[in-house]
């Protein structure tokens, strides 16, 4: 990170949200912190498929990993890394091919687009100013369009690119496209959101 530009942060966002366990520059939370009581997991199973309560109304205790755990991820990050970064590289080239010389907004899905985000904002500010969001979109409800509308008035929505770690089949993609279309055309007259896939994720602005 030596020949890294290292934007500033937004004086108006960073003071919105928060960058949890993240380290301030990699990442701005746009959203808002509850405090919610765990939930079993065969109960949260049970609620959700009688449709008594939505999955995102409650959450489920999580665990450190297991030393096993671990070593699994470690043994996995050691087999990656190489093609973790090659992939990094390639979307990052992209985005600065789309936006030579200029700001680029990425704005990560909570949770699963926030690492690719981060590693992607390393790369990029290598070579030009980038800021970093992480908003929530949750499944039947959405994304958060009031923490969007708070970036947009803060960088406009030209070069906002959104972040995806979690591709599955394509659902999630599919459906965030027409709505951010949808959403963003209200605004101003914008070229349709393109898909970038990519190994490890996917990128569309």
């Known amino acids: 990170m030596s020949n890294a530009l290292i934007t500033p942060l937004n004086p108006i966002l960073s003071k919105l949200g928060f960058h949890g366990s993240y380290r301030p520059e990699d ?7 509850d405090d919610i009581q765990p939930t079993a997991v065969e109960e949260k199973e049970y609620l959700i498929q009688s449709g008594k309560m939505h999955y995102s109304q409650m959450i ?5 990993p297991t030393d096993e755990q671990m070593q699994h991820y470690q043994h996995a990050f050691e087999q990656g890394a190489q093609r973790l970064a090659e992939e990094v590289q390639k979307l ?3 985005l600065m091919q789309r ?16 690492p690719l985000g981060v590693l ?22 959405g994304v958060d369009f009031a923490a969007l509308q708070a970036i947009i008035e803060q960088h406009g929505a030209e070069n906002i690119v959104f972040v995806d770690g979690w591709t599955g089949k394509g659902a999630y ?33």
């Open 60 to 64: 489920s205790a999580e665990h450190p």
């Open 173 to 205: 993609a599919k459906n965030s496209q027409k709505i951010y279309k949808t959403f963003l055309n209200s605004l101003m007259k914008l070229e349709i959101p393109r898909l970038v896939p990519g190994l490890i994720g996917v990128v569309f602005w």
């Open 92 to 94: 990052g080239n992209s």
């Open 27 to 33: 990442v701005t939370f746009l959203m808002q912190i």
């Open 99 to 114: 936006f030579p010389k200029q700001e680029i907004v990425l704005v990560s899905l909570v949770r699963a687009g926030v």
């Open 120 to 141: 992607l904002k390393h790369y990029l500010e290598k070579h030009q100013s980038c800021y970093h969001y992480g908003i929530s979109i949750i499944r039947d409800r």
